[in-house]
């Protein structure tokens, strides 16, 4: 199933995929959160293990849940949607704490396909910061990067890499890819 309207932002923590995702989202555009931030800020009102620091595979499983469950709940949206990160990312995941892919990874993947043209946002030190739900450093978010990277193009996506500017640059840069095609 490909949703050619579905576009994803993705790439490692700190590299200013919410804060764009915010600004689509101020235009009027479909947007889905990030499922892993959520399902942190969930884990640390109940005290939770289910996160990158605790049980990680738990983790991993639980946010291809979500992310399915999101991809599911926009599938008759028509008008182009927006999402933070996508499930070929959770690859990228296993390879970052270097665990075998499972079958049920990838047999999502296959199924639950977006736009082939997934929106890249490469590390940035200047904007990195760390807040109470990201504690990775940012060799990590390089790290994260390159392993999301590698899954996408791996899987036959097409890695449109976001330039190094504004907010407001960076929305134009994508609605003039999104808007074109």
């Known amino acids: 199933m490909r949703k050619e309207n579905f576009y994803v932002l993705t790439g490692g923590p700190g590299a200013g995929k919410t804060t764009v995702l915010e600004a689509l989202r101020d235009k ?35 946010m291809l849940a979500r992310s399915i469950a999101d991809f599911e709940r926009m599938i008759d949206e028509a008008a182009p949607v927006f999402f933070d990160r996508g499930i070929p990312g959770l690859i990228g995941y296993c390879r970052l704490i270097g665990v075998d892919v499972p079958l049920h990874l990838k047999e999502a993947v296959a199924h639950y396909r977006y736009s082939s043209t997934v929106f890249l946002f490469p590390p940035w030190p200047e904007i990195y910061e760390n807040d109470a739900d990201r504690k990775q450093d940012f060799q ?9 990277k590698e899954a996408y193009a791996e899987y036959g996506y097409r890695c449109v890499e976001m330039p190094k500017a504004s907010v407001a640059a960076r929305v134009d840069f994508i609605l003039s890819q999104v808007l074109a095609a």
């Open 28 to 62: 009027g555009f479909a947007c889905v959160d990030e499922v892993g931030r959520k399902i942190i800020q969930e884990q640390k009102a109940i005290g939770g293990n289910i996160h990158h620091n605790g049980d990680r595979l738990a983790y991993r499983d639980l």
């Open 140 to 148: 990590e978010a390089i790290n994260t990067y390159s392993n999301i």
